[in-house]
């Protein structure tokens, strides 16, 4: 595994990732998820707006780092606001 | 073959989607079964060991600054702020859109004029489809070779007919805008067949009484193709267009071999200018977080490819 | 049979096969080169070659650099395709049948390694394949291709067997066929021109692909079209053997092309046409 070159932060990310794709399987084993109409205007379940959500964080992030020198912490507010309204809301 | 079976099997590609909506519709659920997770379990672990841990390595390359395994620099993100204000890279990326653009101006309208013009009974369907079909069967370095040869000026047809019969001076090695062209028309050449066969599924799939109606009104050859087949058509083409978007998109091997990405920068898309970095330079820092920006550009493309796929099934 | 496709423009006929003569064009006149000698493709330009003749292809089979290569690609297309299919087969069977947790995101999550950058993987292939002593073993491509041909397998099964009625599974379960049974005795020949055109597109896809392939590759298992990226020399480029390698590399396409005619869209399509 030497060449994978891991490094704390990127292993505690993949460990998240694990931890929340264990977490909605567990989650939807005691309650199936229920697809529905959100304000993205097509049917989700709460799989599809957490991958949405991964999504547009991801594109925030990519956003914010590509125009401004400000705090990528303030990005990640931002892109963790975002996932939420829309694993929420979507 | 008799010509009657010849039509049927021409038929079954278009009819396919009909098929299953009316499987679908017999049988609307079908049962829950968690055991299928054995049956599907191959597929994960072939998929993971050649996606899953690639991506993860490349994640790890994308935050690093990595001279070897043992000998390497965390750096946070400071590669993707270099990666995502390059203006190279943004170039690249501006360049990949416009061709994706202009592909589809080109290639969606063309296809479908030719799935309307082509042969819909009789012996010469097999014939029209072997010829059409033809240039998607063709390795994607052959594709290169081919117009490599076919544009040059000096030794082949398309760049002499270009500057000897029309008079003008083309030449795709020294000129941007040539090679430019050159690749456009490659691709013309290579995937509009794809848009045909695709809509030419779909015109197929179309049931008779539409055009007997058209007939008995007397419809004009127009008004049966904007009223009856066009409409008909909007599932193949949503299909059509988001493949040809999004193979145009990760283009690599055709514009490679004619230009090789130039001259200068001219034909250099997204996926050049990454394979230049990552294995050109080996630069892994700089290619991982590339691929990293790359990818989630792709995923989302491919999420609306998805939804629209499974909900035009429905 | 009555005149019932709808009626057409005079002239759309005429149209259609001047396009598809037009569509010929590129790859006659690279057929043409392949047979002159190099000494007329530089010498001076003509319509057709003033002088006949085979020696690129006696070149092509006699130097092992060439012909080498093009065993190699062949021997990791075959590879890859049986192990796409083998793959392949329970799980799309599985998505075709039954519903299952996370069943549509495993399908999409497929869809998205199909329409993946093979640019994406170029480097960890490369560390990978170096690490677990794959590099530059025939074995070695036809895992790596296995990346976008097992999720292409999946979709294009699944389509195929979406098509075929349930009712015929549950009979064949009352009939006492256990699943593996079934599946060989059965199913399997009721989807054999699935399979085919399956095939026939992992060979494709694994045949055409170049940038991963030749990023893992050096000597031994060095793929035709990385060969044929390398024909430039010092004393130039070598036209005729070039085009040579490329009429050879299109034959396996075009042998199988007469019976997959009516499937093509569909496989291009993931199955969903």
């Known amino acids: ?90 | 073959m008799s010509e009657q079976s010849t039509a049927v099997a021409g038929g079954e590609a278009g009819t396919a989607a009909t098929t299953k909506e009316a499987a679908d519709a017999q049988a609307p659920v079908k049962p829950k079964n968690n055991r299928a997770w054995f049956l599907v379990l191959p597929v994960v672990v072939s998929v993971a060991f050649t996606a899953v841990i690639p991506l993860m390595t490349v994640v790890n390359f994308s935050v690093q600054d990595v001279f070897s395994p043992d000998d390497r620099i965390f750096v946070g993100l400071e590669w993707f702020r270099s990666v995502a204000r390059d203006p190279e890279v943004r170039a690249a990326f501006v360049r990949t859109l416009i061709f994706s653009a202009q592909v589809l101006l080109l290639e969606i309208p063309l296809g479908v004029a030719l799935a309307v013009a082509m042969p819909r009974r009789g012996v010469w369907v097999s014939v029209a489809l072997v010829l059409v079909a033809l240039p998607l069967l063709i390795p994607w370095n052959v594709v290169g070779t081919i117009w490599q040869i076919f544009a040059r000026p000096d030794i082949g047809l398309g760049g002499w007919a270009i500057n000897n019969v029309l008079g003008l001076d083309f030449n795709y090695t020294l000129d941007s805008t040539d090679a430019w062209i050159t690749v456009l028309i490659m691709d013309v050449w290579h995937w509009t067949p794809l848009v045909a066969l695709l809509a030419y599924a779909g015109l197929r799939s179309i049931p008779q009484p539409y055009f007997q109606a058209a007939q008995i009104d007397g419809a004009s050859a127009w008004a049966v193709f904007r009223h009856i087949q066009l409409p008909r058509l909007r599932g193949v083409l949503t299909i059509a267009i988001l493949l040809r978007f999004m193979d145009s998109f990760m283009i690599y091997t055709e514009p490679f071999v004619v230009t090789g990405g130039g001259p200068g920068n001219a034909t250099s898309f997204l996926s050049i200018l990454l394979s230049k970095i990552a294995v050109g330079q080996f630069d892994l820092g700089p290619a991982g977080a590339f691929s990293l920006l790359y990818f989630l550009f792709v995923q989302i493309l491919c999420y609306v490819f998805f939804t629209v796929l499974t909900r035009s099934g429905r | 049979m009555a005149r019932t496709t709808g009626r057409r423009l005079p002239w759309a006929r005429t149209v259609f096969w001047l396009y598809a003569a037009t569509l010929m064009l590129p790859i006659l006149w690279m057929f043409g080169m392949s047979i002159r000698p190099n000494d007329d493709i530089l010498g001076s330009f003509s319509l057709l070659p003033q002088r006949v003749t085979f020696e690129n292809y006696t070149t092509f089979f006699t130097d092992s650099a060439w012909y080498s290569s093009y065993l190699n690609s062949i021997v990791y297309t075959s590879m890859n395709a049986v192990f796409s299919l083998i793959v392949a087969l329970p799980a799309a069977y599985a998505f075709s049948r039954f519903r299952f947790a996370g069943d549509k995101h495993l399908f999409f999550w497929l869809l998205t390694n199909r329409m993946a950058p093979p640019a994406v993987f170029l480097l960890p292939f490369f560390q990978i394949y170096q690490a677990v002593g794959l590099f530059d073993t025939h074995l070695g491509v036809a895992i790596a291709h296995m990346l976008f041909n097992v999720p292409l397998a999946v979709w294009i099964l699944e389509g195929f067997m979406s098509g075929i009625p349930r009712e015929i599974d549950e009979t064949a379960a009352i009939d006492g066929y256990s699943l593996p049974r079934f599946f060989v005795k059965i199913f399997l020949p009721m989807i054999r021109s699935a399979v085919g055109v399956t095939l026939f597109f992992c060979f494709m896809f694994s045949w055409v692909e170049l940038l991963i392939a030749r990023t893992i590759t050096s000597v031994n298992a060095k793929p035709i079209a990385a060969t044929m990226t390398r024909t430039v020399s010092a004393a130039g480029v070598d036209w005729g053997l070039l085009a040579t390698a490329g009429v050879l590399t299109i034959i396996p396409g075009a042998i199988v092309i007469w019976f997959v005619r009516n499937y093509v869209a569909k496989g291009f399509a993931l199955g969903r046409v």
């Open chain 1, 1 to 90: 595994m030497q060449w994978m070159v891991w490094t704390l932060p990127t292993a505690m990310v993949f460990a998240g990732l694990a931890l929340l794709l264990a977490g909605m399987a567990i989650w939807g084993h005691f309650s199936p998820p229920v697809a529905r109409r959100g304000f993205l205007r097509i049917e989700t379940d709460r799989g599809d707006r957490l991958y949405i959500g991964l999504i547009s964080a991801a594109v925030v992030l990519a956003g914010w780092i590509a125009v401004t020198d400000l705090s990528m912490w303030l990005a990640l507010a931002c892109a963790l606001a975002v996932a939420i309204v829309i694993g929420v809301w979507g």
